[in-house]
């Protein structure tokens, strides 16, 4: 780009990162034959009640604007939904707001409560957009390494140290993308209590929180003591019903941030269309059961997956406890993330992400997801592991360990 170009460009857009994991999507688009496994996008078809129900809505007429802040009935029934899971109630009509995806609710809740060069700590590795969605704010992002025993062990005392008088928020994303981490409930109390001694704003992006495996319940953050006043839960219809393309998330927030998020939207999408939000409803009242039996098809691939690559030199890769994604250790492979992940795509044609799209404690892990039937998957494994044999593996070994 030329100065002369450059110059015309905001400061919010100059200041934005260039997404790895999109450039792995649209890299693997070069070559035939590829199996794809970089977007978080599950393969699995929308269920047939939801889009039932869509049919009927637009059929009935309700292709028009709603309310900034949705369809009250949609709102109810989330209020609802939170309440089973969390044992909190939010007031469907001021403390919810529908957005399109959690990526609107996102946006729309770092606009309403960052200002620029405000700190946001974040847990990493993390889902890049948090990275941007802070830096349109024109406040400043601050990975946090929380990934696995040693580094959730002290957790607490980095954040502390990281702290400013400009601090003013945390995110969390628990199950987490990329690395299928769901945080305990011993580590959200402390979290929770972190926030609460620091006057900290939390947002806790929480849309995994139905594709959980084994025994580990899933916890909120948002149920802990202080929580209610100073966080805002995200939450989505893409992951839970594979739902995508419909464009439903929303948030749940005290009121005065729901309202002022809702005043924003008016001005970025005004709502988010009606058949969308009515076909979001049905998957929230009465899709229980469709979600389970997704959430049993990313297990059996994950575990599968996961089996198939601990069996392959240089690569170790743990079950997740939630997600579809696996978060594979590359590092005795000699290749960084990059490398492993570009030379993979050339050579065999699998495209996965570097884990260093996720935060610079991300490299030497690539994320995979299991968004792919299991034969994909075996043709997966079965070409990373023509690619890793052709690699020295043996004597990167002895060097790393
Ligand atoms: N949050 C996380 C952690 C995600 O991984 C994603 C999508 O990959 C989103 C939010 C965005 O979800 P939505 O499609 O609801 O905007």
């Given at each position: 780009m030329g100065e002369k170009s450059r110059a015309e460009l905001s400061r919010v857009s100059l200041a934005l990162e260039p997404q790895l994991v999109r450039a792995l999507f649209m890299k693997a688009k070069?070559?035939?034959d590829v199996i794809d496994l970089t977007l978080g996008d599950p393969d699995l078809p929308t269920p047939?009640?939801?889009i039932d129900a869509a049919h009927s809505a637009m059929s009935s007429g309700k292709t028009h604007y709603t309310a900034n802040a949705g369809l009250p009935g949609f709102r109810k029934a989330i209020s609802d939904d939170i309440y089973r899971r969390l044992g909190v109630r939010y007031n469907p009509a001021s403390e919810i707001i529908v957005t399109p995806g959690a990526m609107g609710a996102l946006q729309l809740s770092a606009q309403s409560l960052l200002n620029p060069?405000?700190?946001v700590l974040i847990l990493a590795p993390h889902w890049p957009n948090y990275t941007n969605i802070v830096k349109m704010c024109l406040a400043k992002p601050i990975d946090i390494p929380s990934y696995g025993e040693?580094?959730?062990?002290?957790?607490i005392p980095r954040l502390r140290q990281a702290l400013t008088p400009r601090t003013r928020m945390?995110?969390?994303n628990s199950p987490c993308n990329p690395s299928g981490q769901a945080l305990s409930w011993e580590t959200l109390n402390e979290l929770a209590a972190f926030a609460v001694n620091h006057n900290l704003l939390v947002i806790s992006d929480e849309v995994y929180h139905t594709i959980t495996y084994g025994a580990q319940k899933h916890e909120s953050i948002l149920g802990f003591e202080g929580m209610a006043a100073r966080g805002v839960l995200v939450d989505s219809m893409s992951k839970r019903f594979s739902m995508t393309g419909w464009r439903v998330g929303f948030a749940a927030a005290p009121a005065h941030v729901i309202g002022k998020m809702t005043e924003l939207q008016e001005h970025v999408s005004s709502c988010v269309a009606p058949f969308s939000q009515l076909a979001a409803m049905e998957a929230l009242i009465a899709g229980e059961e469709d979600a389970r039996a997704?959430?049993?098809i990313f297990k059996r691939r994950c575990t599968y997956l996961?089996?198939?690559?601990?069996?392959?030199?240089g690569i170790s890769c743990r079950m997740p406890v939630a997600t579809f994604y696996l978060f594979a250790d590359i590092r005795a492979t000699g290749l960084d993330s990059m490398a492993f992940a570009y030379q993979l795509l050339e050579q065999e044609r699998v495209a996965l992400v570097p884990g260093n799209a996720f935060g610079a404690c991300g490299e030497g892990y690539v994320r995979i997801a299991c968004t792919v039937p299991e034969e994909k998957l075996e043709q997966a494994a079965a070409r990373i592991r023509r690619f890793t044999g052709n690699l020295k593996i043996a004597d990167n070994q002895a060097a790393i360990g």
């Open positions: 070069e070559f035939d047939a009640r939801v060069d405000d700190e040693s580094e959730l062990a002290t957790l945390l995110i969390i997704m959430t049993a996961a089996a198939r690559l601990n069996g392959i030199p």
